[in-house]
C-alpha cells in the first residue's frame, strides 16, 4: 500500500511552540499575551497562522479572550484535578469567578429534594441560588438545597448574608468527601436565562449532584449551570468490578 504524507500545517508549528512556553512558564498563569502583532513577529509566523494556533489553545482551556483585555493565560488546572472539595463554578473558572448569594429562604422540602436528600416532611431545608461572575459577566449559578439540622453542625449564625454565603460557596465543598453526580447539555428555560443573562434556549451543561460526607450521609443537593464559553471540564475516571 502507497503511504500518502501531507505537509504539518503552519500552524501546529506556533501552537507548539506556545504551548511549551504556557506549560513551562515562560507565560505566567492569569497573564495577559503580547497582541497578536507582537506574538507573530515573536514566533515568525503570519498572523491568520497564529490564530489558527490560537483558537487551538482556547479549545485545550490554556489561554481565553477577555473583551477589551486581550487574551489571558488560562488559570492552571493542575492544581485542582481530582479533587472533590472545591466549589466547581469557581475553580474549574477559565478566568477568576466571584460568588455571591442572589436569594435564599428557608423552608419545607421540594418532593425531589426529599427523595434525594433522605428527608422528612417536617424538616426545612435553606434553598438558595449562588450566582457567579467574571469582569462583570454572569458565567453560571448553582442552585443549592441543604436541611438545615445539617447547617447546626457548622455552628454558624444563618441570620448572617455573609455567613450563608461562605457556606454555600466554600463551606459545603470542603466538607464533602463524596459526589454522586448526573451531568446533562440542557437549554436554558426562562428562570435560567434570566439568572444568567442570556437568551432562552442557548446551550449549557448541567451538573446535578448529591453532596456526601464522610459516613455516607446525604447533605446537600445541588444543580451548577456552566455557560461552557467560560470552562474547561476535566475528569479523572476510576472503575471497579461490582
Same mark, same amino acid.
Given at each position: 500500500m502507497k503511504m500518502l504524507h501531507g505537509k504539518m500545517p503552519a500552524y501546529l508549528g506556533i501552537y507548539n511552540s506556545l504551548y511549551s512556553d504556557i506549560v513551562?512558564?515562560?507565560?505566567?498563569?492569569?497573564?495577559?499575551?503580547?497582541?497578536?502583532?507582537?506574538?507573530?513577529?515573536?514566533? +515568525?509566523?503570519?498572523?491568520?497562522?497564529?490564530?489558527?494556533?490560537?483558537?487551538?489553545?482556547?479549545?485545550? $482551556?490554556?489561554?481565553?479572550? +477577555?473583551?477589551?483585555? $486581550?487574551?489571558?493565560?488560562?488559570?492552571?488546572?493542575?492544581?485542582?484535578?481530582?479533587?472533590i472539595t472545591e466549589n466547581p463554578l469557581v475553580a474549574l473558572c477559565r478566568k477568576p469567578a466571584e460568588g455571591f448569594v442572589v436569594d435564599y429562604n428557608f423552608?419545607?422540602?421540594?418532593?425531589?429534594?426529599?427523595?434525594?436528600?433522605?428527608?422528612?416532611?417536617?424538616?426545612?431545608?435553606?434553598?438558595?441560588?449562588?450566582?457567579?461572575?467574571?469582569?462583570?459577566?454572569?458565567?453560571?449559578?448553582?442552585?443549592?438545597?441543604?436541611?438545615?439540622?445539617?447547617?447546626?453542625?457548622?455552628?454558624?449564625?444563618?441570620?448572617?448574608?455573609?455567613?450563608?454565603?461562605?457556606?454555600?460557596?466554600?463551606?459545603?465543598?470542603?466538607? +464533602?468527601?463524596?459526589?454522586?453526580?448526573?451531568?446533562?447539555?440542557?437549554?436554558?428555560?426562562?428562570?435560567?436565562?434570566a439568572l444568567l443573562e442570556i437568551q432562552e434556549l442557548e446551550h449549557l451543561l448541567l451538573f446535578e449532584t448529591i453532596l456526601h460526607n464522610g459516613t455516607g450521609?446525604?447533605?446537600?443537593?445541588?444543580?451548577?449551570?456552566?455557560?461552557?464559553?467560560?470552562?474547561?471540564?476535566?475528569?479523572?475516571?476510576?472503575?471497579?468490578?461490582?
Amino acid at each position: 500500500m502507497k503511504m500518502l504524507h501531507g505537509k504539518m500545517p503552519a500552524y501546529l508549528g506556533i501552537y507548539n511552540s506556545l504551548y511549551s512556553d504556557i506549560v513551562n512558564g515562560v507565560f505566567k498563569e492569569d497573564e495577559i499575551l503580547p497582541s497578536e502583532p507582537v506574538l507573530a513577529k515573536q514566533y +515568525s509566523v503570519s498572523r491568520n497562522t497564529l490564530r489558527q494556533a490560537l483558537a487551538i489553545l482556547i479549545e485545550d $482551556g490554556l489561554i481565553c479572550k +477577555s473583551q477589551g483585555k $486581550g487574551t489571558r493565560i488560562a488559570r492552571n488546572k493542575n492544581n485542582i484535578r481530582g479533587k472533590i472539595t472545591e466549589n466547581p463554578l469557581v475553580a474549574l473558572c477559565r478566568k477568576p469567578a466571584e460568588g455571591f448569594v442572589v436569594d435564599y429562604n428557608f423552608g419545607p422540602p421540594t418532593d425531589i429534594a426529599r427523595e434525594k436528600l433522605q428527608l422528612s416532611k417536617s424538616e426545612i431545608v435553606l434553598a438558595c441560588n449562588t450566582v457567579y461572575r467574571t469582569e462583570g459577566k454572569v458565567v453560571g449559578y448553582c442552585f443549592m438545597q441543604i436541611p438545615t439540622n445539617f447547617i447546626s453542625e457548622f455552628d454558624i449564625d444563618i441570620t448572617t448574608n455573609e455567613k450563608i454565603e461562605e457556606l454555600v460557596t466554600k463551606k459545603i465543598f470542603a466538607y +464533602s468527601e463524596y459526589w454522586g453526580v448526573t451531568i446533562k447539555q440542557i437549554q436554558a428555560n426562562k428562570e435560567e436565562s434570566a439568572l444568567l443573562e442570556i437568551q432562552e434556549l442557548e446551550h449549557l451543561l448541567l451538573f446535578e449532584t448529591i453532596l456526601h460526607n464522610g459516613t455516607g450521609r446525604h447533605f446537600a443537593r445541588c444543580k451548577f449551570y456552566f455557560l461552557p464559553d467560560y470552562y474547561h471540564l476535566e475528569f479523572g475516571l476510576s472503575f471497579k468490578a461490582l
